[in-house]
């Protein structure tokens, strides 16, 4: 069965940083295409990063600079480091996966967490 659980979220000031974990089992996590999402409130579900099986890493524009994915095969966890958090970064902020590699559409990925909260308060 597979599970993405996601964790780390929680409520910052703006400035601060936090790092959001992935923890992934039920299959052979470092053969996919692992990816972080986010949600605000009353938008759409925008790609932010995503990290391929060989380790190519892709980020969306609005993500470049304050975000580091990185993954950890042998704990099947994948991170987002999300530094100097600004009050727009608020979102639940979902992992997600499929086979192939990355893309900014989140109809192209079969399996997701639940979600982690992020609140960045100015």
């Known amino acids: 069965q597979v599970q993405l659980v996601e964790s780390g979220g929680g409520s910052v000031q703006a400035g601060g940083s936090l790092r959001l974990s992935c923890a992934v089992s039920g299959f052979t996590y470092a053969t996919y295409c692992m990816a972080w999402f986010r949600q605000a409130l009353g938008k759409e579900r925008e790609g932010v990063a995503g990290?391929?099986?060989?380790?190519?890493?892709s980020y969306a524009d609005s993500a470049k600079g304050r975000f580091t994915i990185s993954k950890d095969n042998a704990k099947n966890t994948l991170y987002l480091q999300i530094n100097s958090l600004k009050p727009e970064d608020t979102a639940m902020y979902f992992c997600?996966?499929?086979?192939?590699?990355?893309?900014?559409?989140?109809?192209?990925?079969?399996?997701w967490g639940q979600g982690t909260q992020v609140t960045v308060s100015s």
């Open positions: 997600a996966a499929r086979e192939g590699t990355w893309s900014l559409s989140q109809y192209l990925y079969p399996y």
């Open positions: 990290i391929d099986s060989d380790g190519s890493i």
